[in-house]
């Protein structure tokens, strides 16, 4: 409806706004959503329910607005690590899987093994910090209107929950960013930035966060300098999470171990005291890796979903053309690097890319 207001309407909107944004000043039903539960699944428990907000039109046009600000002098000035690569412009999942994937290719050809550790963060929208943001947002330099506006945005925001025609009683969140806003998907990327100043391009230990989806691994030659330093990155990022308000679940939280041999030497790694569990599959960004990155497993899963071969990869496949992008993408860096694991899994001449 607001995008078909006449022009005389909009010019309206647009010196509201401007009004809104220099006196600081924004209409309190901003901070108010209506959540919709919506289910996941054909059970009918509380977890199986998704959560969809409903917030104010006006407030969607007006954070895009910001948003976009935000994001431009963030790129602009260089402020998220490179290594964040979730919802910024020009980067994809397929960037962190062909970074990954590379890699642990590399470190197969140096004749090494590569442990990685797949971090597990529970709620992570919905425990962000504002507090974190801000502290962020003051250090970069950060000021003025757009600080103020997202002062607003992020604290005593209100909820009511409906079902069918029945709404709840407001409650105030203390906690988290707005859900399904796409202001609270940048705030996300400003408050998880933290978690790279552990690290430093000279460090064995690498880590890619996309969103919450975080990995991090090293390839060091001698196992027990590499269950070291991995032990004492994880005991940072445990350290990190509970001083920034996020929490990693050490049962979801699991390690693999990539390397050729067939036999090879799990090295215990622990997180907040807990032991973490080794696995032989595990699905990072869609994709599932195993040890010897053969891609078994997700090529099984395809021809499955798809009841066709999985190569070549046309629109013969019922599969999202996403996914297929993205492990064309995954398996031409594979070719690109000539090596020989693709062909344990196919030859060849059975698939074309
Ligand atoms: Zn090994």
């Known amino acids: 409806m607001l995008k078909n207001l006449p022009r005389e309407s909009s010019l309206q909107l647009l010196n509201l706004y401007n009004r809104m ?21 054909s059970s009918s428990g509380v977890a199986d329910f998704r959560p969809i907000a409903l917030s104010n039109c006006d407030l969607k046009i007006f954070e895009r607005l910001v948003n976009f600000r935000l994001m431009w002098y963030l790129e602009k000035e260089n402020l998220l690590n490179n290594n964040q690569i979730g919802f910024r412009r020009g980067r994809s999942t397929t960037n962190s899987l062909t970074t990954f994937s590379g890699d642990i290719l590399e470190s197969f050809e140096k004749r090494s093994h590569t442990t990685a550790v797949f971090f597990d963060m529970q709620g992570a929208y919905d425990r962000t910090w504002a507090e974190v943001i801000i502290n962020q947002l003051v250090e970069w330099g950060f000021h003025g209107h757009i600080l103020d506006f997202i002062k607003f945005y992020l604290t005593s925001r209100k909820i009511r ?10 409650e105030s969140i203390d906690n988290g960013v707005p859900q399904g806003g796409v202001l609270s998907v940048t705030l996300f990327l400003v408050a998880i930035n933290g978690i790279f100043k552990f690290f430093n391009p000279d460090d064995p230990n690498k880590i890619l966060v996309y969103a919450d989806d975080i990995v991090v ?31 990693f679940s050490p049962s979801k939280t699991k390690i693999m171990h990539f390397c050729r041999k067939h036999r090879c030497r799990q090295i215990p790694l622990s997180l907040n005291g807990s032991l973490l569990e080794y696995v032989e599959t595990y699905k990072y960004l869609g994709l599932w890796f195993d040890p010897k990155l053969s891609f078994k497993k997700h090529i099984r899963e395809i021809k499955t979903a798809s009841y066709v071969d999985p190569f070549p990869l046309t629109t013969r496949c019922s599969l999202p053309m996403g996914q297929h992008m993205m492990i064309k993408e995954v398996l031409l ?21």
């Not at 006196?23 to 209506?34: L, V």
């Open 21 to 41: 944004w220099t006196d600081g000043s924004f209409p309190r039903e901003w901070k108010s959503a209506i959540l919709v539960p919506f289910p996941k699944t």
């Open 161 to 170: 929950v409906r079902i069918g025609s029945t709404l709840s009683s407001e």
């Open 333 to 353: 860096l594979l070719l690109n690097l000539n090596l020989s694991l693709v062909s344990d899994v196919m030859s060849p001449s059975q698939f074309t890319l």
């Open 217 to 247: 691994y090293n390839d060091t030659l001698d196992d027990s300098e590499r269950c070291i330093q991995l032990q004492k990155c994880v005991n940072e990022i445990g350290k990190w999470a509970s001083r920034n308000g996020f929490r």
